[in-house]
């Protein structure tokens, strides 16, 4: 266990700071673009064990990022569960009417994701980490009871808090098969895992509670059972100060843009680890701010066990020379 980020995941101070950063692999990069033409849906991408893992390898070649985080979606869920799901160009993920009575794991389908996890392990250098991901229970639900992304998001936020009973059942059915799907990726490979609950944001907070906190603590607990030497990080977005909460169960939590790492010091980090937070839109700016933003944050955690990474995804416009002054900014930090 020398990798640097499972060395700052154990809660070590690890100095240069290992950092990744979400949607590492993407549309920002000339050479996904010439891949993603040649392979038709966004699904199918995600399902060729090949394709997918020389995407994995894409950014780690270019940058040395200290991680790979396996190339795949959270909405594989949904598809497993028998749920129609399409990504539209353009527009996005459409996915087709929600039938909870109906929904069971289709056997197999997530197999190819496995596979990709243990090829893209065989060909990683041997200082990079391999992280598995899923989407959590409430992030997915969002999008399967949506239908897709929304602005508002207003069917499951009146299904959650007005019908709590009929939701919880699709909750439940969500932390099993999320379990299922983590552990499945660190029998394959996976040497951390990461939990993405992009829209936590969207709750008021006893909801937050309910509906990402103690689904989380179920899985962190069956994960705990299944794979006790695989660290989780937690990415609650939009939760404010309960991120706090989140350290007492997973290893690391993950920071949004709006947190403040100095805050995140005294909150989060005698705890668990802390990620993140640069804004993805200074990382598209580039230069001065983007360095002076970047060494805030890496002085702000400095004392404690950090894994330096944007405050959310990379954005398709971001010039690729950035992320590699981000980089030279990260390892030459003093
Ligand atoms: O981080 C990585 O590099 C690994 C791969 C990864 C993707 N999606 C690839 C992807 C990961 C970890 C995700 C997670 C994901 N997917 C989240 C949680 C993180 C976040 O950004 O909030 C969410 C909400 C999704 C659902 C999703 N997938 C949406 C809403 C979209 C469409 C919007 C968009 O950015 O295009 C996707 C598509 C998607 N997932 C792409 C990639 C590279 C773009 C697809 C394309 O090439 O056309």
Not at 272 to 277: C, K, M, P, T, W
Request: charged share 20%; aromatic share 6%.
């Amino acid at each position: 266990m020398d990798k640097p980020l499972l060395k700052a995941l154990a809660g070590e101070a690890v100095r240069p700071a290992p950092f990744w950063l979400m949607r590492q692999a993407g549309r920002y990069l000339p050479e996904y673009r010439r891949l993603r033409a040649t392979a038709g849906n966004f699904l199918d991408l995600c399902f060729s064990p090949p394709l997918a893992a020389e995407i994995t390898l894409q950014p780690v070649r270019r940058f040395g990022m200290d991680a790979a985080i396996l190339f795949s979606d959270i909405l594989t869920v949904p598809h497993a569960l028998g749920q129609e799901v399409r990504f539209v160009e353009g527009k996005g993920p459409v996915l087709g009417p929600l039938d909870l009575a109906a929904l069971q794991p289709v056997g197999g389908r997530l197999d190819p994701v496995y596979e990709t996890v243990g090829l893209v392990r065989a060909s990683l250098p041997a200082e990079t980490a391999l992280i598995g991901f899923a989407g959590a229970p409430w992030t997915v639900a969002a999008y399967m009871v949506e239908g897709g992304s929304s602005r508002d998001w207003p069917e499951v936020r009146r299904l959650a808090l007005g019908e709590p009973g009929r939701f919880a059942e699709l909750i439940d059915l969500l932390v099993e098969i999320t379990v299922d799907h983590l552990a499945a990726q660190a029998d394959a490979g996976a040497e951390a895992l990461q939990l993405f609950d992009s829209w936590a944001g969207l709750l008021p907070p006893a909801g937050i509670r309910r509906w990402c906190l103690e689904p989380a603590r179920r899985i962190a607990a069956a994960l705990c059972e299944r794979h006790p030497a695989v660290p989780l990080i937690l990415f609650p977005r939009g939760v404010g100060a309960l991120a706090a909460e989140f350290a007492g169960i997973g290893d690391c939590v993950g920071l949004d843009t709006a947190a403040d790492p100095a805050w995140a010091a005294a909150a989060v980090q005698g705890e668990a680890a802390v990620q993140g937070n640069l804004d993805p839109m200074l990382l598209v700016v580039g230069g001065a701010a983007m360095e002076r933003a970047a060494r805030e944050i890496l002085s702000a955690l400095r004392h404690g066990p950090h894994v330096f990474n944007l405050g959310h995804g990379v954005l398709p416009i971001t010039p690729p020379e950035h992320v590699a002054a981000l980089g030279r900014i990260v390892r030459e930090a003093p």
